[in-house]
């Protein structure tokens, strides 16, 4: 019986160590309203990332300077684990090539953090 019972308890505690995925905001849209909550964005799981990195959640703006659209895109990405992380650039908002311009780009790594907007 005691040993059915440490069994149990060592089920549950290992049940409770599990780390949960992190869920983003994902969104691909001609208007940042539309990655807004009353907007259309969808919750996607992150997966798994490989040793030596951790999942994060990123938000973009990007302005077309020929149309003056502003467009946004948002989800999820890897980074390395021993980078600092408080909604900072990281190097996807860099890749944008002409004519956009970056107006703004964000991390983090909270369920649904990068769901604007940000206060």
Known sequence: MVRYIIIVLLLAFL???QVSALVCSSC???ST???TARGTP???TCDT?????RAICYYM???NKNTRRLTAVGGCETQSAEKI???TWFPPCWTKPPPYEVKDCRTCDKDLCNRPPFY
């Open 49 to 53: 990332p490989p040793p030596g990195m």
């Open 28 to 30: 691909n849209a001609d």
């Open 42 to 44: 969808k919750n996607v």
């Open 15 to 17: 049940d409770l160590a």
């Open 61 to 63: 703006e990007h302005l």
């Open 33 to 35: 309203f539309d990655c």
């Open 85 to 87: 992380l408080v909604l």
